[in-house]
């Protein structure tokens, strides 16, 4: 009997130090994850709105992004959302990132970040999606922006 414990408390500390090991790399992983996702989000937006430009989001974009659009609604899209005028100031962001493992798309590590940014006309805020590709650059995969000083089409 004494030996049966002693074989059952290896194994629970190897089990112990085995969970240790996976939290330690993953808060390793993700505070790296996170320094990485607030990085381009923060170049990436003003690059993107100051200017509001649709190329230097579609450089940005995963191909998620594009799909369902055509350039023409992304010409539509970034004509209205140039109403707001040039950016007055940046704000920066806010957000985190996660990795999410299924046995059908392996695994995924994405970010969500919400910004604010002044504009000539008024005040926005600017949700942005990223995806890491399999090279482990970031990648926009959704980008929306909301504001009472667009008008609604």
Known sequence: ???????????????????????????YTGTR???????????????????????????????QL??????EQFQKLFHWLSSLGPMKKYCGSKGDSSVFVSPQQGKTVSAR????????????????????????AWEIAGFHVDSPALIPQ
């Open 66 to 71: 594009m799909q369902g659009s055509t350039p």
């Open 33 to 63: 994850l996170d320094a990485s996702s607030k990085e381009y989000v923060d170049a990436a937006i003003p690059a993107i709105v100051s200017t509001w430009s649709e190329s230097e989001l579609t450089s940005r974009s995963a191909p």
């Open 1 to 27: 009997m004494k030996k049966a414990l002693q074989v059952i408390g290896i194994i629970f500390i190897a089990l112990l130090l085995i969970l240790g090991c996976f939290i330690g790399y993953a808060a």
């Open 113 to 136: 970040y919400t910004a604010c940014a002044q504009f000539e006309k008024g005040d926005a805020t600017i949700n942005v999606v990223l995806l890491q590709n399999k090279d482990k």
